[in-house]
């Protein structure tokens, strides 16, 4: 169980809204995924996007892992937090000139470029710097990822890498250039996967991509393949840890990888989002007509998944575990917006003003996202071996 009598008493003591992660969680995740990629030369890169509290990146760096860095911002804090530069891929479609020079001056291990323009101005950058840049082309496969719509990354429609059908183009451009070294292809289709046969699909559109560069004796040592494997929200307790062995199978069976060729993985949602919960109170219980709503005091602006994705966070009211009576509710934040919900229709035992509600899997995408909006402050932080 995620929540033990023991963490509840402590929970229960501290003042609201924070954000609790459960560090022991964390560490058993990324055991698990070093574990289940030994036997694929495989590369694993945490996606500081999904979350990057000093404390976890601590862990991180231990581990070994790399880190995938989408601004300069990010790169800075995985360094700061012992992350090897080395061991840092560097993706985003809107790289600024600074950021492309802090990420060249710091060596990062690779940068993945997104546009033919970006090629270009990286080429200029680094020759400015006297230096030879490593990169790898994020190419568009167009690979439908049946996720939801807003992350959604690897079609034609969506802004994001380099369209397959431009390769060539792109391909032309950089034989001409001096200050970039082409040494791999990258990919990332989205996030929140949970039907592997996705990553199958992937694996047969790099296939082509490969036999496409070798027909022009272009080789490429490396082959990202993003992250976007997903977790399960509904039923967090059964299902703590994601199923990485299957999906490694699935880049080992379906992926034909050339002996030299090592794979990179930037897993993000599934390497963080089950070892953290956002802990609010109730504020308010109001009813109109049929309806009961649970007023909180916390909402989008500490949690803004449900409302930008529509997405399910299972929740818990953690003051009444022994409650037997139970109701449906919708569950609010006290954002003045009609989106600011946790969750509508959602069965909860009997709740009253002051009780403390889970908010389950928030791990990912959760803190990373807080603001200020309305004023109403950033919420708390505590880890469970702190408390
Ligand atoms: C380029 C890139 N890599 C990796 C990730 C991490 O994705 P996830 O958290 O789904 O594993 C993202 C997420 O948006 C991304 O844009």
Redesign the pocket.
Known sequence: MFFSEKIISKLLKLPTPFYYYDVDIFEMTIKKVIEASKNINGKIHY?L??NHQNRLLGIVAKSGLGA?C?SGGEIQKALENGISAESIVF?GVGKTDAEIEYAIKNKVFCLNVESIEELMVIDSIAQKMNDKVSIALRINPNVDAYTHKFIT?GLEENKFGINASDLKDALEKLSNLKNVELIGIHF?IG??ITDLSVFKNLCLKINEILRFLEERRIEVNHINV????GINYMYPDEHLFPDFEGYFNVFEKFLERRPNQQLHF?????LVAQCGALICKVIFHKTSGKKHFLILDSGMNHLIRPALYEAYHKMENISKYNELNVMLYDVCGPICETTDYFGKNVLLPETQRGDYIAVRSAG?YGEVMASNYNLRGYPSVYFSDEI
Do not use: C, I, N, Y
Request: proline share 0%; charged share 20%.
């Open positions: 996606a996007k999904a995938d989408v993706a990354t990332h996030s929140q993003g992250g976007g494997l930037e897993l993000g949602r599934a990912a």
